[in-house]
């Protein structure tokens, strides 16, 4: 009886925080809308560089080294069936589609979720959070909603350059390493790719930054006290970013591929 009633307990106190993450975006969403005013605008453009100029780089070298390991991974397969010149479809389409704005994801998630967490669960264990609130300012409105609309408004943009250096590295190691003829790589890419899968990844990348953005500031507007509130909080951040992220995914693509499949019911395999 003693594990059923913990159990129960557990269950209550994960209801009680989903309901309290809900009305967190919520009031986040409810700012967007009816104006975030001068100040969050500033802060919004500065979280824009923070988060998204300064995580270039490194999605850069993630989308590069990924697009060239599904090169190395996939060429010896289609060499044996002797469609070695159609990997580039394969490569491009997975990149744009799931890879691209997954790893982006994850990669955003552990360079700017523990640091948005961490910032702003330092920022409470202080006392600023509780300071703007008797200043009759509402923090959500100055210091959640800039990070979760920079987030969002960056992701894209990030996931396009992940998007064009995972292709360059599939590019690249295919017909500079491998041999492949590049005509016949970017043909096949080209038939493979439309608007619709362009945006697919385009689409998925803004669910992802909205979850990443609004995790951590949740987790961090809720830490505990102390420096191990705020590295657990960091933690908590990361991981439930990350399931996030893949849930969310699985689910955006069965539900983007019957779209799919509603509108082009008779498209053709990128096999020919």
Sequence with gaps: MKSIARLGAKGLYWLESLGDYGRFVLSIVGWIVRGPGKLARQQTLLQMFEIGVLSIPV?????AFIGAVLAIEAHPQFRAIGMESRIGSVINVSVVKQIGP???AIMLAGRVGGALTAELGTMRVTEQIDALRAMASDPIRILAMPRFAACILMMPALTAASDALGMFGGWFMSVQMLGVDSHA??????AALDVFTINNGFLKSLFFGAAIASIACYKGFNCGPGAQGVGKACTEAFVSSFVAILVMNFFLAMLLNAIYQIIWPNA???FG
Aim: no cysteine.
């Design 59 to 63: 999605v850069m070298i993630t989308g």
């Design 102 to 104: 997954v790893l982006t």
């Design 185 to 190: 790589y970017w043909e096949y890419s080209r």
């Design 268 to 270: 053709g395999s990128i």
